[in-house]
């Protein structure tokens, strides 16, 4: 079947504490990972892709790198206005993505 | 700047009435999609588009009806055989309809039921 897993559920940093997200999946031949970052009563705001294993991409605080089962967003020296969701999302089949539950990422000042 | 536009922001539906979700885009993008969003679960795919007149169920397409008449705009109607209504609805659309590009979302209707 396929799945998307997100973890933790949910994340509660201090402030310039790093640390890692998770996202895994089932599938064969990925095509593409999507992160986004999702604020409370907003839609999804799109931040990286990742085709193959061993690609990194950067955005100021943020990291994604992916494998071939899974992909990490690395989270250094967070600020609060860090705090969001953070979804991750797989292609599978031509034409649909599949997303994950989410990790909320909380930084406290 | 281009983006997705979503309207209304909230919306209340009595029993037995229909109502639509209104879905603009200006990025000159062939695809569209509509998500519902409930506390817990992921996205949840209701219908897609990938050209103009044409449009394909999502998985949990049952209760919803859609239209593709212009590119630029992908309106959801919820009608009053979806029993459970209240959620958050997203609009998203992509370059294309192939699944490996990035969808861009809308800002989200928020449902509710009198």
């Known amino acids: 079947e396929d799945q998307v897993t997100q973890s933790p559920e949910a994340l509660r940093l201090q402030e310039g504490e790093s640390s890692s997200l998770n996202c895994s999946y089932t599938?064969?031949?990925?095509?593409?990972l999507f992160w986004y970052r999702q604020d409370p009563g907003k839609g999804p705001e799109f931040l990286f892709t990742?085709?193959?294993a061993g690609e990194e991409k950067e955005k100021e605080r943020l990291k994604a790198t992916l494998t071939k089962k899974e992909s990490f967003l690395h989270i250094t020296a967070p600020k609060p206005e860090d705090s969001a969701t953070y979804l991750c999302?797989?292609?599978?089949?031509?034409?649909?993505?599949?997303f994950g539950t989410g990790t909320r990422l909380t930084i406290i000042p | 700047d281009g983006g997705i536009t979503q309207s209304p922001k909230y919306l209340f539906r009595k029993e037995g009435q229909n109502v639509t979700l209104s879905c603009e885009q200006n990025?000159?993008?062939?695809?569209m999609y509509w998500y519902r969003q409930d506390p817990g679960q992921g996205l949840r795919l209701i219908y897609y588009?990938?050209?103009?007149?044409?449009?394909q169920k999502g998985d949990i397409a049952e209760g919803y009806s859609v239209s593709r008449e212009k590119k630029e705009s992908f309106p959801l109607t919820v009608t009053s055989a979806q029993k459970n209504p209240t959620a958050f609805y997203l609009c998203?659309?992509?370059?294309?309809?192939?699944?490996?590009?990035?969808?861009?979302f809308g800002d989200g209707t928020r449902l509710s039921i009198l």
């Open positions: 990742l085709y193959s």
């Open positions: 998203a659309s992509s370059m294309t309809g192939w699944g490996n590009q990035p969808q861009h």
């Open positions: 990025l000159n993008h062939d695809a």
């Open positions: 588009s990938q050209i103009v007149n044409d449009f």
């Open positions: 999302a797989v292609p599978f089949g031509n034409e649909k993505l599949t």
């Open positions: 599938v064969s031949g990925l095509r593409g």
